[in-house]
């Protein structure tokens, strides 16, 4: 049986948590002990009679927050996993919590029990894996968060990994489109790593050829090439125990790959020209917009460095797979942007809002940041207009409506494989010439279940019959593209 301590000044939920988790059964035996606490001091005072092996601690206590005391709940009894719930959807809370230790950060009113369940099940699996993972100090205030936006599923879930990540030392790889926040997110990891202010250096291996690149990261002696008139110091030696920040890294050079692989496995380096070993003191982080794997797969990218890099990932979601962020990105780009144009443009009507929350956004975004910078610009008073926003892209035109400005004869939208033939987005029937137009892959795919589905009122096997997909298939589509299916049969 295993011992949970549920911590909550509200006495009717911490009595129905607690008939809840007593009503549980593992082999024909209560699965859970349960003891409760309603303040900070009662809760680290039971942990350590109890040693409970999972804690649900409220973060709104009467006498502390349930944040200040995981610490010290965690050092009492150190392999207690640590359920931090609240109310509050805040993402400063959700990073502490992380970093100093909590196993998980929930948001109360629950879901449904269901999910807490799972919660606490993934909790007690862990600890059984894991004996205690090292405690981490709360970082000091002068760390900030920086600016991730966002109450997203897949943001919270981010926020969540960085908590993790800040805690570690570990070497990681940021991926994600252009324009999704992955130097950002560096420096927040490095912000969240440290007490003290240490060097965040950031290099862009694209941007510079290959022997020049090879001095910047390594330094190079005097005389060690032409050019070469003073000893100068790498980036990783400039990075001191700070971070290194290796910027597309999917475009270093094979040459240099094999040279970085060799620093991460000794975790020692020499100067361009020089024999002194130089310890690597910096933490790595890493960022590319390529998928490695397939870089891998074709060659470019070795196997080796990829796998050790790849150990912990972060993927950035592409702002397209998080459209309910956008107003409140927008909002905060806006002061931003006021401020850096020296102008004032507050008011966003809600047609202009939707407008922007339709856009592709294939630049993800960064590219938000230059359609609003244009749009305040251009806006003639406070209020932002959509005429100085990018045209939507209809992607299937109703009958009769013009195509790119070409009239339709109004058959294309009629059937699936009428007469006409099959029906064709509009991208695909209309000339196209300006080439970021185009939609990616999954953008299209995405669009044809949509439109299919539409056609089919919903019809899922009928779908599968036209898109030639099977129905485990077509599921999968639905849901990693959000379709909504409320005809759905
Ligand atoms: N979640 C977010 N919240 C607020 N701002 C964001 C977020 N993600 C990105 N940004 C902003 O978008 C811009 C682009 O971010 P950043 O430069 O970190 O992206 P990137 O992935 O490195 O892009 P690129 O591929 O263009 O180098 C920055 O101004 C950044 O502050
Ligand atoms: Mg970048």
Partial sequence: METLLIVDDDLSLLESLKMHFEDIEHDGAPRYQVVTATSAAGALRIAQEVMPSVVILDMKLPDRTGLDIIEEMKSLCGDARIILVTAFHDMETTIRAMKAGAFDYIHKPFPDLAALDIVVARALEYRQLSRRAATVSVESAAARLGDIVGTSPLIQQLV??????????????????????????????????????????????????????????????????????????GKFELAEDGTIFLDEIGDMSLMLQAKLLRVLQEREFERVGGVKRIKLRA???????????????????????????KVITLQLPALRERREDIPLLVQHLLERINEKVHKRVTRVPPEVLDHLTRLPWRGNVRELENVLTRAVVLAPGEVLLSENLPALEPAFPEPGQPINGQPTNGHHVNGTHGPSGPLLPNFLVAPIDDPSRIPTLEEAERMLIELTMNVTKGHKGKTCQILGISRPTLERKLQKYGVRQDQQQ
């Fill in 160 to 233: 969540k990994e960085i908590g993790k990540v800040a805690a570690s030392r570990a070497t990681v790889l940021i991926n994600g489109e252009s324009g999704t926040g992955k130097e950002l997110i560096a420096r927040v990891i490095h912000n969240y790593s440290y007490d003290e202010p240490k060097p965040f250096i950031g290099i862009n291996c694209s941007a510079i050829v290959d022997t020049l690149l090879e001095s910047e990261l390594f330094g190079h002696e005097k005389g060690a090439f032409t050019g070469a008139n003073a000893v100068k110091p």
């Fill in 283 to 309: 933490r790595v982080i890493a960022a590319t917009h390529r998928h490695l794997s397939d870089e891998v797969a074709a060659g470019r990218f070795r196997e080796d460095l990829y796998q050790r890099l």
